[in-house]
């Protein structure tokens, strides 16, 4: 058994390490309100963005649509969403996995490119020949300051490469907010664009002014910006949630074997002071006989 100073120290250790892991949970707590609020805020105006393309392009043909060419040849970009920092339970590990689900199943024995934006999953592929670097494609740390501009840059150049038919597939492996407590790893095809008809989507009695075909050439690229800037959000509310989530069940265990650190230092205690009862009683038997 520990002595009585090892078990102090054991305690007074996780007792810091609590401290910190309640403290991480209270900051991720903030800022997943935040975080929360830019995805809520943002769904609606994309809900609406997709169901006018979906009406638009119900009656229109997209085939020749520089975006939604669909071809055989060139490169497939695989745009990996992760964070700059650990300590969020599966939350990298996730995303890592499914890329390399990808390259293994999806996309075995194909050219494939790389876009990995968040520290983790460019550490994780820092020495893979398929990793794009960042600066190719204008933004070195895009979580660094997160807004829809930067975002923009990405999703420009990527559009600007796949027209010039670099890449024949763009896909996007993120986690997507669910609550708090839930992210769902989740696998989107950017490119080309796959045209989405709702049920029961019409154009109606409208007016098109310019052209349906010159608004979807304008819509689309601004939904292909949108999306990614979601795609980034998502992840960025999934990273606090799982953090926050992380945090709250470390600092729970860390109470708990705390609790049983006293308990054994307790213990312990009361053995030493039995002990030495026992040897005084036992040296005044002594001296009386």
Do not use: W
Request: proline share 2%; glycine share 4%.
């Amino acid at each position: 058994m520990p002595n009585l100073k090892e078990i102090r120290n054991r305690i007074s250790s996780v007792g810091s390490t609590m401290q910190i892991t309640s403290a991480m949970k209270m900051v991720s707590a903030a800022k997943l309100k935040r975080a929360q609020d830019a995805v809520t805020q943002m769904r609606p105006y994309s809900g609406k963005l997709k169901e006018i393309l979906a009406n638009l392009s119900s009656s229109l043909d997209l085939s020749e649509n520089a975006f939604s060419h669909a071809r055989s040849e060139g490169k497939t970009l695989i745009v990996a969403i992760s964070s700059n920092r650990g300590l969020c339970g599966g939350f990298n590990n996730n995303v890592i996995k499914a890329v390399n689900n990808l390259l293994a199943v999806d996309f075995a024995g194909e050219q494939v490119e790389l876009l990995c934006l968040g520290k983790k999953v460019t550490d994780a592929f820092r020495r893979s020949e398929i990793r794009v670097d960042n600066s190719v494609f204008g933004v070195e740390d895009i979580f660094a300051d997160l807004n829809f501009e930067r975002a923009s840059i990405i999703a420009e150049k990527i559009m600007e490469k796949f027209v010039a038919k670099e890449y024949k597939k763009v896909v996007v492996v993120y986690n997507s907010f669910i609550n708090a407590a839930t992210q769902e790893v989740k696998t989107d095809q950017l490119l080309p664009v796959i045209p989405t008809v709702t049920e029961g989507s019409s154009t109606g009695d409208y007016i098109f002014e310019p052209s349906k075909e010159e608004i979807v050439e304008e819509l689309i690229p601004k939904s292909l910006k949108l999306q990614l800037f979601k795609d980034l959000l998502d992840s960025y509310a999934s990273e606090h949630g799982a953090r926050m989530t992380a945090m709250h069940k470390a600092t729970d265990n860390a109470k708990e074997l705390k609790r049983n650190l006293t308990l054994s230092y307790n213990k312990a205690r009361q053995a030493a002071i039995t002990s030495e009862i026992l040897e005084i009683v036992g040296g005044a038997e002594a001296l009386n006989n």
